[in-house]
């Protein structure tokens, strides 16, 4: 796990000095982008898979899953539990169901939502995932209170956004959530903080659990 070092600095730094820029929706035009090969060096599923204390028989919440690059690895990993794919765009989950549908995978249901409501029960999923999603989002902290909402006691979560610096890939550095601000928007969300560190050269991790 990393500590505060230089990384996190530039990035707190980048967040006091660069007002966050209104956030927009990825558009599903640009959806191949999302699916590609080149994804999988900076985000492996799997390899994401085994930083998670994700068992196969849990229900697990794919918040903002897009195109489903999350959600098709997930349902295969969870073949004794159930996924809900939850977007707020049906273009999205429209294209997660025709890949579904391609694999002939069962344990995914596919839910259309809104940023700050989530049509889940209290307490009703194992675990949940939002990956580069949150930045997105014009109300992080209610949405992260929708994702504790849903959880049940104990329950696990991760957050995975980009690093709020500027790299090859990914949305304008104005636009992005600094780590240690998305830290503090989850615990002020109800979840304690179980580790937060930079994933990568493009993203950092956030685990949770819910209290």
Request: overall charge neutral.
């Amino acid at each position: 796990m990393a500590s505060v070092d230089t990384d996190t600095r530039a990035e707190e730094e980048s967040e006091t000095t660069t007002k966050r820029r209104k956030p927009h929706k990825f558009h599903i035009d640009n959806v191949d982008r999302l699916l590609s090969s080149a994804r999988q060096e900076m985000l492996d599923p799997q390899a994401i898979f085994s930083l998670l204390p994700m068992r196969v028989y849990q229900h697990v919440a794919d918040i903002g899953c897009g195109p489903g690059y999350f959600t098709v690895p997930l349902a295969k990993y969870l073949f004794d539990g159930k996924v809900y794919a939850i977007d707020v765009q049906q273009g999205m989950l429209d294209v997660v169901k025709g890949r579904l549908e391609k694999t002939r995978l069962s344990n995914v249901e596919l839910v259309l939502s809104k940023e700050t409501k989530v049509p889940l029960n209290d307490d009703s999923v194992d675990g949940a995932i939002i990956v580069n999603a949150l930045h997105e989002v014009t109300q992080p902290t209610s949405t992260l209170k929708e994702m504790h909402r849903i959880l049940k006691k104990g329950g696990w979560a991760a957050i995975i956004d980009w690093r709020k610096e500027d790299t090859e890939q990914g949305p304008p550095v104005e636009e992005r959530i600094a780590r240690e601000t998305a830290r503090g928007t989850a615990e002020e969300a109800g979840f304690k903080v179980v580790s937060c560190y930079n994933l990568n050269k493009w993203n950092y991790i956030i685990l949770l659990t819910r209290r």
